[in-house]
């Protein structure tokens, strides 16, 4: 008789000697709720599902096990159930020892035939998971049976789900490792992936032994329609085979920790690869890698891939079918965002693909034609903006804002961060005299990446995906479709703080959320606020004390244009061609300046880019624009190198002024005198 069937005898023993009372312990916990605490019976009504129990008293070892052994039992809510679409398999749920939350190991044998392992992940955020279930904290139960053994019910929020074999498999497939997975895939319900191509890669490196590790491993595979592009496979050699395993961590997606990078077994002086996870908004789950030191057949950069089929648990570790392999550069930015549409890749740029086909498919020649390129790509959920649905069928004003997102250069994090070393890089576009502004705040992994671009800030979401001629990085905005104020994009930008700050404490920011009202605002970046601190060091000084408001809120009014339009800088070369100088209206008076083109190096003395920038003469002065034209919902910023400022403007004789703080000393005095007097 094989185990398996004494096992069967036994447990039909078991239930003969077992009367049908009730009795203290998990099997009536299950039956009757009723029996519950008080502080958390309204929740096991409403949790716990009758199905579960159902399968519970069908199984005569599940039955057996709670009614005579110490057990650990995992019950999956209604709600779980209802999802769920798949067979119950009622012993994947119960181990024969009984583990509290606190006392949970990093894995348990389930009773299903082959014992196979459950995989208990403790997070950061104090949530415990079995295997892709989350451990729902306040609805665990711990008693103790008639028979004095102790058992636990810990109620979870997924039905738990291990390897599946089709009907027809030939072979009796438990617990197999991550390698015996891979040689018997043809007969797993995978969903129709083979994985004979990567398997066959496996076998010709000898890469067996890392597959039958034993442990506790994730291991990445990918299936075999990623490898449609002939030489793909030949890429695929020992250390890219280690850049798909995580060694001694095992990692379900539920589970996972967002955008952590993991070591992977290809981690050693001369090469480094980590691995990490993320999702999108949208639910998919993807998996990268990151080169972070390459050799000659493999570069540095970042790899996406989707996540197809997760968490198949093996007996040492889990494993994740991805859609192409990591670590494997070989396609163009062209052929990258191609894949978007034509296969179903990347999904995580598919509308800006879509985009760009939608506007005629130039762009994507433009972008071929670069032997070196960047692109700043939207993500899908950047596209939901309200203001960009009246754009898509403007064609022409959509070509500017996709050309806006095209570098010609290889610009990735490590060339951004030298550019940013001394003051926020610039970077043109393929727009005539558009450039970008990065700025990077905070070191190592903690570091944030912005990017400004017609008068939008967006966050470097995922940076560094690497192509054979360039960098894509995903962004988090659409360039050049300004979604807030004038007073939202002076809070945001980090060139622009010294302005706000100054507009705070003298309430003249109060009026730049109106929008009623068309703006257009001359607003000196920090650095030229710092060259007054050496031109004028005193009038400096009192421009950011609070007690000199009055003289800040005068300067800035004058910095400040009110009108039922906006003037771009290219409104303002062609009225002071026809008349000399402009004059525009301001708060209390006007503006007189007047604006020509002028080519140079003016942002960048060291850069090899020649272009025609904008510089405005006011008061003899000749002042560069630094950024011209930032759009806003209610008006126009032109960022200048220095601002429209004379000592003159703040000059206060002496004797002649008195500090906010020294009038209250003074009143506070004249009131101790006067109560003195009447005193007496």
Not at 81 to 97: A, D, M
Not at 493 to 510: A, C, E, I, L, V
């Amino acid at each position: 008789m094989t185990s398996s069937g004494c096992r069967g005898l036994t447990a039909a023993l078991l239930l003969l000697c077992a009367t049908s009372a009730a009795i203290a312990d998990l099997s009536d916990k299950l039956r009757d709720d009723s029996e519950l605490s008080q502080s958390t019976a309204k929740s096991f009504r409403r949790l716990m599902p009758v199905r579960f129990y159902s399968q519970v008293e069908q199984n005569p070892i599940a039955n057996a096990t709670l009614t005579l052994r110490s057990c650990t039992i995992f019950v999956p809510t209604n709600e779980a159930f209802q999802r769920y679409k798949g067979n119950i398999h009622v012993l994947y749920h119960i181990s024969t020892s009984a583990f509290s939350k606190e006392q949970l190991p990093k894995s348990v044998s389930s009773d299903m035939d082959g014992n196979p392992p459950l995989y208990i992940t403790k997070n950061r955020n104090g949530d415990i998971y079995v295997n892709n279930a989350r451990i729902i904290p306040s609805l665990s139960v711990e008693m103790t049976n008639r028979e004095g053994k102790r058992q636990v019910m810990h109620i979870i929020d997924e039905v738990l789900q291990p390897l599946s074999v089709q009907k027809n498999a030939q072979d009796n497939i438990n617990n197999p490792d991550a390698m015996q997975f891979l040689q018997m895939a043809e007969q797993l319900d995978l969903n129709d992936f083979h994985l004979r191509t990567y398997r066959s890669q496996v076998t010709l490196a000898k890469k067996e032994s890392v597959y039958q590790s034993p442990g506790a491993h994730t291991f990445l595979i990918p299936i075999d329609e990623s490898f449609k592009l002939s030489a793909r496979s030949g890429l695929v050699d020992a250390k890219v085979i280690d850049g798909h395993v995580i060694p001694n961590t095992v990692i379900f997606t539920a589970a996972s920790q967002h955008d952590d990078p993991k070591t992977s077994a290809a981690f050693e002086d001369l090469l480094k690869v980590t691995v990490s996870f993320f999702k999108q908004k949208d639910g998919k789950m993807y998996v990268k890698s990151n080169t972070i030191v390459g050799d000659a057949k493999h570069h540095e950069g970042v790899v996406l891939a989707e996540i197809v089929k997760a968490n198949i648990p093996v007996q040492n570790g889990v494993v994740h079918l991805i859609h192409r392999p990591l670590m494997i550069i070989d396609t163009t930015v062209t052929d990258f965002l191609k894949f978007l549409n034509e296969n179903g890749e990347n999904g995580a740029l598919r509308k800006f693909y879509e985009v760009i086909m939608d506007n005629g498919g130039e762009v994507l020649d433009d972008i071929t034609n670069l032997s070196e390129v960047t692109i700043l790509a939207p993500s899908n959920d950047a596209w939901n903006a309200s203001l960009i649905e009246n754009l898509l069928r403007n064609r022409k004003k959509m070509r500017e804002i996709l050309n806006m997102h095209i570098i010609r250069d290889r610009l990735n994090v490590d060339k951004i961060r030298q550019k940013n070393a001394n003051m926020i890089a610039q970077v043109p576009t393929v727009n005539n005299n558009t450039f970008l502004y990065f700025n990077v705040k905070g070191e190592g992994a903690d570091a944030v990446i912005t990017v400004e671009g017609g008068g939008v800030n967006a966050t470097i979401v995922q940076a560094d995906v690497a192509q054979t001629n360039g960098y894509v990085h995903i962004i988090d905005r659409v360039l050049g479709v300004p979604h807030t104020t004038v007073l939202g994009k002076l809070e945001t930008d980090p060139m622009m703080s010294d302005t706000y700050k100054m507009g705070q404490f003298s309430h003249f920011n109060d009026q730049l959320n109106n929008t009623q009202r068309r703006f257009t605002y001359f607003v000196p970046r920090d650095k030229g606020w710092q060259k007054t601190e050496l031109d004028y060091p005193s009038a400096h000084k009192k421009l950011f004390m609070p007690d000199f408001s009055y003289h800040s809120k005068s300067i800035l009014e004058r910095h400040l244009a009110i009108a039922d339009h906006v003037f771009t800088m290219k409104d303002l070369v062609q009225y002071s061609q026809q008349a000399g100088n402009v004059v525009l209206p301001t708060f209390r008076d006007s503006l007189q300046i007047r604006v020509e083109e002028e080519a140079g190096h003016l942002h960048d003395e060291n850069a090899s880019h020649e272009w025609t920038g904008y510089v405005i003469i006011w008061n003899y002065k000749k002042i560069n624009v630094y950024r011209p034209d930032v759009e806003c919902t209610n008006g126009i910023i032109h960022v200048i190198d220095y601002p429209l400022l004379e000592e003159k403007d703040v000059v206060v004789s002496g004797g002649s002024y008195l500090t906010e703080s020294s009038i209250c000393i003074l009143l506070a005095n004249l009131i101790m005198i006067t109560v003195a007097k009447i005193l007496n």
